[in-house]
């Protein structure tokens, strides 16, 4: 079973890889596959959801609607004078717990259970990206498998990207195809750049949707029991 599984594993593998190039993807997938590219943009969120409905974030935001900077009665005045703080700042926690979750499940866990080498490790004529010197090469023919090297299966970036996803659907539902579609091309980038087989994705975004799911759960709960408790003050 598990033959035929990876047989065709690695045919999806070369069609992204190989028959699937093209420039701008050579541009593009680096950098949705680059997680430092969402730093800024994700301590940016982090800090409105931990600072919205607060004196700090509605004076900064109608300082901003002054200096004409930001349109007035934007989506930021809603996040700067929003009523359901606790859900916002339960959440933001929560990311946090939820990214640190999923990263040791995938490389802590998972990965020394299966073990399986990354595609240029295993696989000849690898259409590779080198990360830290950003060039594309092609891998020399393999005539073994290097074992031990790096391990594929699952793909943490898919794991952690999906659990993201996931849980920011669940909370704010309205913006779910972003976040899937955000999900959907760091998946593919990591086949794309050489670094992992489809089937390594699949079960990252697996992994990661059981912990999205989970953590969402939890989270909601937590809002529910703290908004309970302060209805009853």
Request: charged share 10%.
């Given at each position: 079973m598990w033959q035929l599984i990876e047989k065709i594993d690695i045919s999806l593998f070369y069609l992204i890889n190989t028959s699937g190039q093209n420039a701008f993807f050579d541009v593009l997938m680096p950098f949705v596959?680059?997680?430092?590219?969402?730093?800024?943009?994700?301590?940016?969120c982090w800090l409105l959801l931990m600072t919205a409905g607060s004196g700090v974030s509605q004076h900064i935001v109608l300082k901003l609607e002054k200096l004409k900077i930001l349109p007035p009665s934007g989506p930021l005045r809603r996040f700067a004078f929003v009523q359901t703080k606790i859900k916002l700042r339960a959440v933001a926690v929560a990311i946090v717990a939820l990214i640190a979750f999923s990263e040791w499940l995938s490389s802590d866990i998972l990965k020394p259970v299966f073990n399986r080498p990354?595609?240029?490790?295993?696989?000849?004529?690898?259409?590779?990206?080198?990360?830290?010197?950003?060039?594309?090469s092609v891998t020399p023919e393999l005539n073994t498998?290097?074992?031990?090297?790096?391990?594929?299966?699952?793909?943490?970036?898919?794991?952690?990207?999906?659990?993201?996803?996931?849980?920011f659907s669940f909370f704010f539902r309205k913006l779910w195809p972003l976040?899937?579609?955000i999900a959907f091309l760091v998946g593919y980038s990591r086949a794309y750049l050489g670094?992992?087989?489809?089937?390594d994705v699949?079960?990252?975004?697996?992994?990661?949707t059981l912990c999205?799911?989970?953590?969402?759960?939890?989270?909601?709960?937590i809002i529910k029991f703290i908004k309970k408790k302060q209805g009853a003050k």
């Open positions: 596959s680059n997680e430092k590219n969402f730093y800024v943009p994700m301590a940016v990354r595609p240029f490790h295993s696989q000849s004529h690898v259409h590779l990206y080198d990360r830290m010197f950003k060039i594309w498998t290097v074992k031990g090297e790096s391990r594929s299966l699952p793909s943490s970036h898919a794991t952690n990207i999906f659990a993201a996803a996931v849980f976040f899937y579609l670094v992992h087989f489809p089937f699949f079960i990252g975004s697996i992994a990661g999205g799911l989970l953590l969402a759960g939890i989270s909601n709960h």
